[in-house]
């Protein structure tokens, strides 16, 4: 299964012996950010929308890479997930890779939800490498079950 909209996708699994793993795409890190966030709420399975109310947060990250960025955004919205029952569905970045210490900010939006049907333990940074392929850039991100 995939998550595609037009012509590129968003998303695919892959093939892993123990854990989840998927291939992200996106033209830009913000997009590879946003596509990777996705992937882990198709993973989770959120279900039960509990009211009409709308949350939102602003989380700031930094590190000494652009992976790094990638698994604690990730690792966040886990816990966000599975702590509060709330994911988002709009996210503004801002991130800036220039200097030595990488920073995200980064604005959500999102609304409550009854449960998961699937757990994730963590995200990993197995396998991670976000580089550039055809114009778009991917990474893969290994989800520990």
């Known amino acids: 299964m ?6 590129q996708k968003k998303f695919e699994y892959l093939e892993h012996p123990a ?9 830009n890190l913000e997009e590879l950010f946003e596509n990777a966030a996705l992937g882990l709420y198709d993973i989770l399975s959120p279900y039960g929308k509990t009211d009409g109310s709308e949350y939102q947060r602003n989380n700031t ?9 990638l ?10 997930a599975l702590r509060e029952h709330l994911i988002f569905y709009k996210f503004l970045f801002n991130i800036d890779c220039s200097e ?6 980064c604005d959500m939006m999102g609304h409550k939800i ?3 049907e ?3 333990k963590a995200v990993t940074y197995h396998r991670m490498k976000i580089r550039k392929v055809n114009n778009l850039l991917q990474t893969e991100v290994i989800f520990d079950i």
């Open 2 to 7: 995939s998550q595609s909209s037009g012509k």
């Open 19 to 27: 854990d989840i793993a998927i291939r992200v795409y996106g033209r």
């Open 61 to 69: 990250f930094y590190s000494d890479s652009k992976e790094e960025l």
């Open 71 to 80: 698994v604690c955004f990730l690792n966040e919205l886990l816990f966000i």
């Open 100 to 105: 030595k210490e990488k920073k995200l900010v």
């Open 114 to 116: 009854e449960g998961v």
């Open 118 to 120: 699937r757990e994730v």
